[in-house]
């Protein structure tokens, strides 16, 4: 067996992303405290849009818009990636049956759905990855985290076996982890 070091991806919903703006914490730093080896910050280009749609329907000087642009000042200040995938374009065909869409092509998704869809396709996309690079390799190097204040998401990754990174009493922040 080969052994690795162990890689911790932090996928970064709307909310949370605003988290420094709103309540003047530096996530980043409690990420450093919270995660027990080296991480990667990821946000899906659907967080973005997301975002952007909800300021286009905002008048020009609200709170939102100047959360959301201190936010983006700040996260531009530490590495992070994008993960690309828009809810108009994505593709289904590795979906996973948490939900009983019938046809996914007719229905719409919700956007907390297609948060943890992102997910499963992204630990999809590195198990397949990893068997390429590596048939010896017998446990997988990467865990993966959301950050979330949604309290419905949480609970839905939780079921899926996706811990949770949220904000406690508006001071902190704090991991769940699945029940075993």
């Not at 703006?21 to 990821?42: M, R």
């Amino acid at each position: 067996m080969v052994l690795m070091a162990i890689i911790y991806y932090i996928f970064l919903d709307a909310n949370f992303l605003l988290i420094p703006a709103q309540f003047k914490i530096d996530i980043y730093e409690q990420f450093n405290q919270l995660i027990p080896g080296s991480y990667k910050l990821i946000v899906p280009s659907a967080v973005f849009t997301e975002l952007d749609e909800k300021i286009a329907k905002e008048s020009r000087s609200t709170v939102l818009r100047q959360n959301y642009n201190l936010a983006r000042q700040i996260l531009e200040r530490h590495k992070y990636e994008i993960f690309k995938a828009e809810r108009d374009s994505f593709k289904f065909e590795q979906s996973i049956n948490y939900s009983k869409l019938s046809d996914k092509s007719q229905h719409a998704i919700s956007v907390d759905d297609f948060l943890l869809e992102i997910i499963h396709k992204f630990c999809f996309i590195k198990e397949e990855k990893t068997k390429k690079n590596d048939q010896k390799l017998l446990k997988k190097n990467y865990r993966i985290y959301l950050a979330t204040n949604d309290k419905k998401l949480r609970k839905k990754a939780l079921l899926q076996g996706i811990p949770t990174i949220f904000l406690r009493q508006k001071k902190r922040l704090d991991v769940e982890f699945p029940e075993s």
